[in-house]
T-cell receptor, first 108, second 114 residues
Framework: RKEVEQDPGPFNVPEGATVAFNCTYSNSASQSFFWYRQDCRKEPKLLMSVYSSGNEDGRFTAQLNRASQYISLLIRDSKLSDSATYLCVVNSYQKVTFGTGTKLQVIP | DTGVSQNPRHKITKRGQNVTFRCDPISEHNRLYWYRQTLGQGPEFLTYFQNEAQLEKSRLLSDRFSAERPKGSFSTLEIQRTEQGDSAMYLC????????????FGPGTRLLVL
């Protein structure tokens, strides 16, 4: 089993739709969790950290479920500019593991 | 610009040649990471430094790869006797080792081995 798994997609959604991605991780001792966004041929950029209590930043909501070992990202009211690959990142005792990413394409 | 910088941005080389990449982290960051990313994959961890100490190396880092961070500031990644399979984007990231460790990435060096 991979340490961090994501559905690669692509998720093709119309503008204004709500879309959710999940990411599962295998190490129950994992300590911190992030979502990064990566545009084509660019470097990853931090989208948001993920806290146990869940956190929201505008149209983006991240959740952590430690019991089931997954994190999620919800994007509401999708914009064309949200089209990108979304990378899940899991930190375990200074070891950082990226998922393979989920590709999102928002369609006009 | 106070972000992470990497040089060169692109490198084309012939198989068997040596290449060296440089990363300048955000100045107050004490951790520096190297990753490799190929098309359709997430970044794969190669190695990281805390200050000048190299604390962890991935099994992906064969003996042809070496990384240094001599003064705890910039870092270099050298690949000796390059192979076509080394073609990838090499990403550097830096962070402060405090609490939740957010990493900030540089623009990457895209390597093509012919």
């Amino acid at each position: 089993r991979k340490e961090v798994e994501q559905d690669p997609g692509p998720f093709n959604v119309p503008e204004g739709a709500t879309v959710a991605f999940n990411c599962t991780y295998s190490n129950s001792a994992s300590q911190s969790f992030f979502w990064y966004r990566q545009d084509c041929r660019k470097e990853p950029k931090l989208l948001m950290s993920v806290y146990s209590s869940g956190n929201e930043d505008g149209r983006f909501t991240a959740q952590l479920n430690r019991a089931s070992q997954y994190i999620s990202l919800l994007i509401r009211d999708s914009k064309l500019s949200d089209s990108a690959t979304y990378l899940c990142v899991v930190n375990s005792y200074q070891k950082v593991t990226f998922g393979t990413g989920t590709k999102l394409q928002v369609i006009p | 610009d106070t972000g992470v910088s990497q040089n060169p941005r692109h490198k084309i080389t012939k198989r068997g040649q040596n290449v060296t990449f440089r990363c300048d982290p955000i100045s107050e960051h004490n951790r520096l990471y190297w990753y490799r990313q190929t098309l359709g994959q997430g970044p794969e961890f190669l190695t990281y430094f805390q200050n000048e100490a190299q604390l962890e190396k991935s099994r992906l880092l064969s003996d042809r790869f070496s990384a240094e961070r001599p003064k705890g500031s910039f870092s270099t990644l050298e690949i000796q006797r390059t192979e076509q399979g080394d073609s990838a984007m090499y990403l550097c990231a830096s962070s402060l080792a405090l609490g939740f460790e957010t990493q900030y990435f540089g623009p990457g060096t895209r390597l093509l081995v012919l």
